[in-house]
C-alpha cells in the first residue's frame, strides 16, 4: 500500500459507485415530511406508520429515509458534535436549482448561506430537526476551474442569489 500525503491508499473504488440514499433520525415525522415533501418537494413512497417514511424524486423507492425508531421527541445534536455535517441533494440544472430557492423562500425557511465554490452553487439550510442540508448543482466538467497542473481549483464565493433567481 502506498503513501499519499501520510494516507494509505489502496486501488480506487470502481467509478460507477454511488451514495444511494440517506436515512435521518427525526424528533416528529409529521414535521419532518411537511419540510422534505411540502417545502422541498420530495413526494412520498412508503410510510410505516407515525414511526418512518421513505421519500423520493421521480418515483425511485427512496431517496431519503425519515424515522423517529430511536428520536421521537429528541432533539438536534450539540454543536461541536460529531455526526452528519449536511446532506447534499443535487439538481439537474441551474433552473431546477433556481426552483428549489424559490420554494425555501416561499415558506420562509431560513438559508445559512449560498456559494459558487467553481464546479457547483449550492444553498444551504436546517431542516426542522437542525441537519445540514445542501441544495447545489453541478456545473458541467469542462467548466471546472483547474490549475495549470489538472488539479481541482475550487473555491467559495458568495452566491448571487438575484442571477440565480431569474434561471
Known amino acids: 500500500m502506498e503513501q499519499k500525503s501520510g494516507q494509505p491508499v489502496s486501488s480506487p473504488i470502481d467509478p460507477r459507485v454511488r451514495i444511494g440514499h440517506v436515512h435521518l433520525k427525526v424528533a416528529d415525522l409529521e414535521r419532518a415530511l411537511e419540510f422534505y415533501c411540502g417545502v422541498l418537494g420530495f413526494e412520498l413512497q412508503q410510510r410505516f406508520g407515525s414511526q418512518a417514511a421513505f421519500i423520493s424524486a421521480g418515483g425511485y423507492h427512496h431517496h431519503i429515509g425519515l424515522n423517529t425508531w430511536e428520536s421521537a421527541g429528541g432533539s438536534p445534536p450539540p454543536p461541536r458534535s460529531t455526526g452528519l455535517y449536511h446532506l447534499a441533494i443535487l439538481y439537474p440544472t441551474r433552473a431546477t436549482l433556481a426552483d428549489a430557492l424559490r420554494r425555501v423562500l416561499a415558506t420562509g425557511v431560513e438559508l445559512d448561506g449560498a456559494a459558487d465554490h467553481g464546479v457547483s452553487e449550492a444553498l444551504y439550510l436546517r431542516d ?10 453541478d456545473r458541467p466538467e469542462p467548466e ?16 448571487d442569489l438575484g442571477a440565480l433567481l431569474k434561471s
Open 128 to 137: 426542522p430537526d437542525g441537519n445540514g442540508v445542501e441544495l447545489y448543482r
Open 144 to 159: 471546472w476551474p483547474r490549475m495549470p497542473d489538472g488539479e481541482l481549483a475550487m473555491f467559495t464565493r458568495q452566491l
